[in-house]
């Protein structure tokens, strides 16, 4: 039972260079997140995703863009990355935004722009 | 909005030592209370939660318990482990913010044999 997976775990890019990151998940849930993770500022949600087909910005989207085009799977995309976009990235799933359920964190991709 | 403030790390302690991580948050709404753990090189898993005033979530010798007329819900352990060091995340999740996780900005803990 992988859970939820992504790929790759580490990256390093030049300012201006893109990048796709892939989050797949196993359990057939229907929400899907990205978030990134910065020293002392906790998770902030870049994107997240209600269902196949859906996409909706979250709290810091501004430089990435998403898809959702098969339910098990969420893309990051930064189209002309930026040092600013150094960053630990995860990706989550639930399966369902009510309040009882919890969300599945994969292991986290670390990018590095320089 | 929405915001959780967590005390800030590192925590240092030794093996056996009582461990508290203090957690405060401010809501629009009536919020439900996570505590996530993020172990070395791993990604955040859900440790324990609380879902309405008073109640006591709890897992693995971790307890919290919702505080809403402090507006709080802080971790403590009787006797932490060599273990249990890692980054420890308090969240909140509200209805009216489509249920989006909010998250604190993380105490790392270091437990010493």
């Known amino acids: 039972n992988a859970g939820v997976t992504q790929t790759p775990k580490f990256r390093v890019l030049k300012t201006g260079q893109s990048m796709t990151l892939l989050c797949a998940q196993d359990?057939?849930?229907?929400?899907m997140y990205w978030y990134r993770q910065d020293p002392g500022m906790g998770l902030r949600l870049i994107h997240y995703?209600?269902?196949?087909?859906?996409?909706a910005k979250g709290e810091v989207p501004d430089g990435y863009n998403v898809s959702r085009l098969k339910k098990q799977n969420f893309l990051l995309g930064l189209e002309s990355a930026a040092p600013s976009q150094t960053s630990v990235y995860f990706c989550?799933?639930?399966?369902?935004?009510?309040?009882?359920?919890?969300?599945?964190f994969g292991p986290g991709t670390r990018l590095t722009v320089t | 909005g929405n915001s959780v403030t967590q005390m800030e790390g590192p925590v240092t302690l030794s093996e056996e030592a009582f461990l508290t991580i203090n957690c405060t948050y401010t809501?629009?709404?009536?919020?439900?209370l996570f505590w996530y753990v993020q172990y070395p090189g791993e990604g955040l898993q859900l440790l324990l939660k609380?879902?309405?005033?008073?109640d006591k979530g709890s897992n693995k010798g971790f307890e919290a318990t919702y505080r809403k007329e402090t507006t709080s819900f802080h971790l403590e352990k009787g006797s932490v482990q060599v273990s249990d060091s890692a980054v420890y995340f308090c969240?909140?999740?509200?209805?009216?913010?489509?249920?989006?996780?909010?998250f604190g900005g993380g105490t790392r803990v270091l437990v010493k044999p």
């Open positions: 989550a799933s639930s399966y369902d935004s009510l309040l009882a359920y919890e969300q599945y």
């Open positions: 995703s209600v269902g196949e087909g859906t996409t």
């Open positions: 809501a629009t709404g009536y919020p439900s």
């Open positions: 969240a909140l999740k509200v209805k009216a913010a489509g249920n989006k996780l909010t």
């Open positions: 359990m057939n849930h229907e929400y």
């Open positions: 609380a879902t309405k005033a008073d």
